[in-house]
């Protein structure tokens, strides 16, 4: 399967996973796909990889003894720069919906549950990358309070302090920015999202929302707008 948008260089995908005819079968899969491919037999090998190269999505199981897919996910968006916004993808056998809002609550890009049809994961890889590579302006940086808002570098700082964002969150903010104070209907925002019927945008607003609200219970700038979806209200 061809990406027509990757750009010329492969891209760099860490498949994470305690399986190794699983993990093996990955990486094989994903290579005659085009992308290059490290894997990791679990969270500690996982770790040392993120801390020492840069990968374009990390495809985590989350079923793992010791450290499992969520527990590493919650590690990696704790760290600053490059590494903390790198996309995540899960893979697990626990498909309820409470283990999916957890693993996005946690920052992850989006979850498959197995088994999965190998087309579907590469679709689904598409779509994380595509998304983590939307680079369109919207008109520069916005001030929303104490917090500012690149759009060109998708970059959020409040009080002069660099704050971590997923590429889901980048996405949605960009697109938010790109009309600002005219609401976006909640479905064109979920459109290519884990969750086409909106929950993860709703999980991401909340995360957004204790990122740059005063009072995220009584948000100023990351506005509900009631039967049609959100709108950003920059000063």
């Given at each position: ?9 492969a ?5 994470v996973d305690d399986?190794?005819?699983?993990r ?22 996982a ?8 990968f374009?999505?990390a ?5 793992m003894?010791?450290e499992?897919?969520f527990?590493?996910t ?15 993808l899960?893979?697990?056998?626990k498909?309820?919906?409470?283990d999916?809002?957890?693993?996005l609550k ?10 999965f049809?190998?087309e579907?994961?590469?679709?689904r890889?598409e779509a994380?990358l595509r ?6 302006p919207?008109?520069g ?6 917090c ?16 971590r ?19 976006v ?5 979920a459109?290519?999202?884990?969750d086409?019927?909106?929950r993860?945008v709703?999980v ?5 929302r204790?990122k ?7 948000p100023?700038y ?8 959100y709108?950003?209200a920059?000063d």
């Open positions: 399967m061809s990406f027509s948008d990757a750009p010329p260089r891209r760099h995908l860490l498949v399986d190794d005819r699983i093996d079968l990955l990486k094989e899969y994903l290579t005659r796909a085009g992308f290059r491919v490290t894997a990791a037999a679990g969270g500690a090998p770790r040392r990889l993120l801390a020492t190269l840069d374009d999505l495809v985590f199981d989350v079923m003894p010791g499992d897919g527990s590493l919650r590690w990696l968006r704790e760290q600053r720069g490059t590494p903390g916004r790198t996309p995540v899960m893979l697990t056998a498909t309820e919906s409470g999916r809002i957890e693993g946690l920052g992850a890009d989006d979850y498959l549950g197995k088994p049809e190998p579907e994961l590469l679709l890889i994380i998304r983590a590579n939307d680079r369109q919207a008109g940086a916005l001030s929303l309070g104490r500012q808002f690149d759009a060109d570098r998708g970059e959020l700082s409040c009080a002069g302090e660099p704050v964002l997923t590429e889901a969150e980048v996405s949605l903010l960009r697109q938010l920015a790109r009309t600002p104070h005219e609401p209907d909640r479905l064109e925002l459109r290519g999202s884990v086409p019927s909106g993860a709703d991401q607003v909340t995360r957004l204790r740059i609200e005063d009072d995220p219970k009584a100023r990351l506005q509900t707008v009631r039967g049609v979806g709108r950003l920059p």
